[in-house]
């Protein structure tokens, strides 16, 4: 693994300042290219760890928000409990390269419905957490990953910008501080997973402060649209390339996948900067 010390840097700079700007997004990107030479078991608890720090920085910055919204985010807490202990089961027992192909498979609708700017309010919010919560807990134990579902549930519940980062930052805290219980129980840290934490927050240190500085002076969906695209096509290319490793597409077209995604998402991005044009006072 010291190998790929300077990859792993890169990966999660860049991934730290995406979460430092948005309040989320640190394993939406880092675990996609950092899968490209880890495996979920080796990668996951290290990123656990840091994100108990990283989270409970993004509620202790927002923490104003927090009475006009735990008792909404509450039941999503609730739900998390059952799901991470399914979660941590399935990835403590699957193979590491059908993890992996499982994991971009979750992902990439997931990003995609944020690409779209996907919206549809819930009235029954309350019974709809709860399990909504169970599917994230499972999502987050096996790929660390939760920042995209939630971000569209949020968005669609109509929350305040502090409220949404507020809202985001207390579910997961609450569901990383549970994985990384549930991942000690189990036996799932490593000396390989502890050794990648001093490799991971060098990039987590720098990368948050800029990213937060960067969304002072950026419209946050454009860069959050933009963040989204580059997941896409890393998640695409993740998904190609364990075809091929795993012998489900054993020739080019597995990267027909890749292809599509690309296609799709470049109509997602004209939908998008053509909207904003046609919004804008100045044209």
Not at 15 to 22: P, S
Not at 228 to 235: Q, R, T
Request: proline content about 5%; some cysteine; overall charge positive.
């Amino acid at each position: 693994m010291s190998d790929h010390i300077v990859e792993l840097f890169v990966i999660t700079l860049g991934a730290a300042i995406v979460n430092g700007a948005l309040g989320y997004g640190f394993s939406s990107i880092t675990v996609p290219l950092a899968l490209l030479f880890l495996t979920n078991r080796v990668l996951n608890p290290a990123l656990v760890l840091i994100e108990v720090a990283l989270n409970g920085w993004v509620l202790w910055v927002n923490r104003a928000a927090i009475p006009s919204i735990w008792r909404r985010a509450l039941p999503i807490v609730i739900g998390l409990a059952p799901g991470v202990m399914i979660g941590t089961v399935i990835i403590s027992r699957v193979s590491p390269s059908w993890l992996k192909l499982a994991t971009y498979l979750i992902l990439l609708p997931l990003i995609l419905l944020q690409a779209a700017g996907y919206r549809r309010p819930i009235r029954s919010e309350r019974k709809v957490n709860l399990w909504f919560g169970g599917s994230v807990g499972v999502l987050y134990a096996v790929t660390t990953i939760s920042g995209p579902p939630l971000a569209v549930m949020l968005n669609n519940q109509g929350f305040a910008k502090q409220e949404f980062r507020a809202a985001l930052g207390f579910v997961r805290l609450a569901e990383s501080s549970l994985t990384a219980i549930a991942y000690l129980s189990v036996g799932l840290f490593t000396v390989d997973s502890i050794g990648l934490v001093p490799q991971i927050l060098p990039g987590v240190a720098i990368g948050v402060p800029i990213g937060a500085f960067l969304i002072r002076h950026a419209r946050p969906e454009t860069f959050r649209r933009v963040c989204m695209s580059f997941d896409a096509w890393i998640v695409a290319f993740g998904i190609s390339t364990v075809l091929r490793d795993l012998g489900v597409v054993e020739s080019r077209a597995a990267y027909l996948v890749l292809v599509g995604v690309l296609v799709f998402d470049a109509w997602l991005l004209y939908r998008f900067f053509s909207g904003r044009q046609a919004d804008s006072p100045y044209r």
